[in-house]
């Protein structure tokens, strides 16, 4: 079974950039539309952005600042984000846009000075 492994968190500062990754353990994502998708405490987990063949949809709040893309196997799903914010402070996690696969572990970005 396919099994998800996000990497690429880290501390960085206000207005700095990070790029996430996805990838799959046990299997392959280019047969999958992916998404990306972030969490903080107490909250549920937000759908950020979405690639769906060569379309790509994102949330008003991170539209113009993140950038979702996938390598040319379609087997890495990336998550470029720009410009970051203290309240883009989450652990981030990617998934189908229909949150079919099972989750992976996140990884988590920390926006602090």
């Known amino acids: 079974q396919v099994r998800l492994v996000e990497s690429g968190g880290s501390l960085v500062q206000p207005g700095g950039s990070l790029r996430l990754s996805c990838a799959a353990s046990g299997g392959s994502l280019s047969a999958y539309n992916m998404a990306w998708y972030r969490q903080t405490p107490g909250m549920q987990r937000d759908l950020l952005a979405a690639?769906?063949?060569?379309?790509?949809d994102y949330k008003d709040y991170v539209k113009g600042r993140f950038t979702i893309s996938r390598d040319n196997t379609g087997n890495t799903v990336y998550l470029q984000m720009n410009s970051l914010k203290p309240n883009d402070t989450a652990v981030y996690y990617c998934?189908?846009?229909?949150?079919?696969?099972?989750w992976g572990q996140g990884t988590q970005v920390t926006v602090s000075s």
């Open positions: 690639i769906i063949g060569r379309y790509t």
């Open positions: 998934n189908t846009p229909t949150r079919m696969l099972p």
